[in-house]
Structures are given as structure tokens and as C-alpha cells.
């Protein structure tokens, strides 16, 4: 991706979250310097991958595949406390990020505003393929259930509690808008615990045509070494 491509998609998506009234910390809006200066203080933001996050999986084209993220908050296995996390998402119409799980993470995905939010889902067999099996899961605290590959469309306020081993691939509904999509989950890493059942690339390869406006997750230790 270009890095004014990202610029772009930066300025659009805090665009929307002012739209839709949703703040972020002061540190997001830092620019390079204001990192430099920071460093020190801000290690747990750098070590926990807080902030900025982009991907278009590989894909070259962002708007057909590719996901918007802000990591709010997040802790890190066997070294913290924390033993949970939380994102924002943007997701725009008919945008797909490809179906995936994780090992570890339990995640609820709610739908915070706009459009409709739509997942696909599959169980998982022992060997990470795609199970035959119905797959049953909660929305706000009631029980669901659809066949293998059924869908469940998140209206404005709802949730769904993804337990781990459950594949998932989502988008926003074509015609009714993008969705600000928030995620709570226990401890995310994207290092280590994401098995997507394509291979992807999570995170982009950047072509450095313009100065970053506000560096991704992906960039600290790039710019800040």
C-alpha cells in the first residue's frame, strides 16, 4: 500500500468516528515527533501494538479486502496484568476481511453504528478446516444458530460472542453504509494467534511515497528505533 493511500483512509476514518462521536486517546493524534518525545512513556502503547492498524491482507485493493483498526487498549500474554483488549473497526460496504479464527481469543463484535454488519461462519475441525458441524453462538446473551456458512446480520447496538476455533468472515451490507464495529475481546496478538484459512498478509508493505500523518502499529519499530 501507499502511504498516501493511507494518509487517506486515516483522515476518512476520523472523519467518520467524529460523525459518529467516537474519541480515541490524545496519543493518537501524535505525529513523528511527537512520538520521538514520548517514547519513553508510552512503552506499554508500542509493546501492546495500540493504535493505528491497516491492512488490505495482501490484497491490493483495500476497499474490496481490507479492514480499518484502532487497538484501544491491550495487554500482552505472560508479561501484564491486562488480560483483555479493545478495538474499533471500520468496515465498508461489501469490504471483506477473509474468514479466519483464533486459538486463543474470545471476542465480542458489535455493531456501534451505521450499516448492517454481516458474518459468515463455520466451525472448525482439529485440523483448521472448514466443519460441516451447525454452528452455535450468542448474540447480546441469546442463543443462535446457523448451518455451516450461514450468515447473522448485526443491526445498529447488536453483538456477537465468538468463541475460539470459530471461523468468521464479515463485511458491511451492501446499501446500508459502512459500520463502526467495536471489538472486546481477552488478549490480542496478532503475531501468533489469527489463522486465516487463505494465506494473507496481515500486515502491509508500505511504499513511502508521503510522510505518515500518524504512524500504524506496524511502523514503530521502523520509526521509533
Given at each position: 500500500m501507499k502511504r498516501s493511500e493511507i494518509n487517506q483512509i486515516v483522515a476518512n476514518a476520523k472523519a467518520f468516528m467524529t460523525e459518529r462521536k467516537f474519541f480515541l486517546p490524545v496519543w493518537a493524534y501524535w505525529n513523528v515527533d511527537d512520538w520521538r518525545k514520548n517514547k519513553s512513556g508510552a512503552s506499554e502503547v508500542i509493546d501492546n501494538m495500540l493504535g493505528w492498524d491497516i491492512t488490505d491482507f495482501g490484497s491490493g485493493d483495500f476497499y474490496r479486502r481490507g479492514l480499518f483498526l484502532f487497538t484501544l487498549r491491550n495487554g500482552k500474554y505472560n508479561?501484564?496484568?491486562?488480560?483483555?483488549?479493545?478495538?474499533?473497526?471500520?468496515?465498508?460496504?461489501?469490504?471483506?476481511?477473509?474468514?479466519?479464527?483464533?486459538?486463543?481469543?474470545?471476542?465480542?463484535?458489535?455493531?456501534?453504528?451505521?450499516?448492517?454488519?454481516?458474518?459468515?461462519?463455520?466451525?472448525?475441525?482439529?485440523?483448521?478446516?472448514?466443519?460441516?458441524?451447525?454452528v452455535t453462538f450468542k448474540v447480546d446473551g441469546v442463543v443462535h444458530t446457523v448451518e455451516a456458512g450461514g450468515t447473522i446480520v448485526l443491526k445498529p447496538g447488536q453483538s456477537i460472542c465468538l468463541e475460539q476455533g470459530v471461523y468468521h468472515r464479515f463485511y458491511a451490507k451492501g446499501g446500508t453504509g459502512k459500520v463502526l464495529v467495536g471489538e472486546v475481546s481477552k488478549v490480542n496478538d496478532d503475531m501468533s494467534?489469527?489463522?486465516?484459512?487463505?494465506?494473507?498478509?496481515?500486515?502491509?508493505?508500505?511504499?513511502?511515497?508521503?510522510a505518515p500523518i500518524h504512524l500504524l502499529v506496524s511502523d514503530y519499530g521502523k520509526f521509533l528505533n
Open positions: 508479561v501484564d496484568q491486562k488480560t483483555y483488549a479493545e478495538k474499533v473497526m471500520i468496515v465498508e460496504e461489501n469490504q471483506e476481511t477473509p474468514m479466519h479464527f483464533h486459538w486463543s481469543k474470545m471476542e465480542d463484535i458489535i455493531n456501534r453504528g451505521g450499516g448492517d454488519f454481516v458474518i459468515e461462519l463455520y466451525n472448525s475441525t482439529p485440523s483448521d478446516e472448514f466443519a460441516d458441524t451447525p494467534d489469527n489463522r486465516f484459512y487463505e494465506p494473507v498478509g496481515r500486515f502491509p508493505d508500505i511504499e513511502e511515497d508521503a
